[in-house]
């Protein structure tokens, strides 16, 4: 059984930065794409961005401009840079991995709150 482990969560101030890592505990074959996602309390999840087999990103419209999406390929991991973190930035992200079978992290929290 594959499982994500996510890493790089915390507290960080407004304005501050985070890099999001998740890292899959065996080869996944056949990855479609790599995404982030996103729940806030009381809200639904979201996604935060994603990039595809062959490199392309896409982005939240919250998300565009200030954080990055990456990945490496040869580790099926996916990270998320994430700069100038706002208040709404806070919730529990969630990476998921897409190779015609869904596979999801166990969430990391990130408050950003002076």
């Known amino acids: 059984q594959v499982q994500l482990v996510e890493s790089g969560g915390g507290l960080v101030q407004p304005g501050g930065s985070l890099r999001l890592s998740c890292a899959a505990s065996?080869?996944?074959?056949?990855?479609?794409?790599m995404g982030w996602y996103r729940q806030a309390p009381g809200k639904q999840r979201e996604l935060v961005a994603v990039?595809?087999?062959?490199?392309?990103?896409n982005y939240a419209d919250s998300a565009k401009g200030r954080f990055t999406i990456s990945r490496d390929n040869a580790k099926n991991t996916v990270y998320l840079q994430m700069n100038n973190l706002k208040p709404e930035d806070t919730a529990i992200y969630y990476c998921?991995?897409?190779?015609?079978?869904?596979?999801w992290g166990q969430g990391t929290q990130v408050t950003v709150s002076s």
């Open positions: 998921n991995i897409h190779s015609g079978v869904d596979y």
């Open positions: 065996a080869r996944i074959f056949m990855v479609h794409y």
């Open positions: 990039i595809f087999s062959g490199g392309t990103a």
